[in-house]
Nanobody
């Protein structure tokens, strides 16, 4: 079992920045990759960014150059630094971990005002 706890969401003006954190606990040795997804009202959940245990990253085209995913292995935490935020980035952001199963956090709201 893997438990994920997100933090760092909130309300920010367009052009601003936020940093999301996701702390993992439990069977963290089994995790192959972690990522951030988001779901806006009326839309499907989409992958925002992911990072493998080896450190490889990938991003959605819509966030490339603005968002950065990173990990602190000592703290078992993954971060999503979000810069130059746009109103269309408004969504609930979920942390996810891939092991034998997929695990999800509870989600954190990010609201970007215009």
């Amino acid at each position: 079992q893997v438990q994920l706890v997100e933090s760092g969401g909130g309300l920010v003006q367009a052009g601003g920045s936020l940093r999301l954190s996701c702390a993992a606990s439990g069977s963290i040795f089994s995790i192959n990759a972690m990522g951030w997804y988001r779901q806006a009202p009326g839309k499907q959940r989409e992958l925002v960014a992911a990072i493998t245990s080896g450190g490889s990253t990938n991003y959605a085209d819509s966030v490339k150059g603005r968002f950065t995913i990173s990990r602190d292995n000592a703290k078992n935490t993954v971060y999503l630094q979000m810069n130059s935020l746009k109103p269309e980035d408004t969504a609930v952001y979920y942390c996810a971990a891939r092991a034998a199963f997929d695990y999800w956090g509870q989600g954190t709201q990010v609201t970007v005002s215009s």
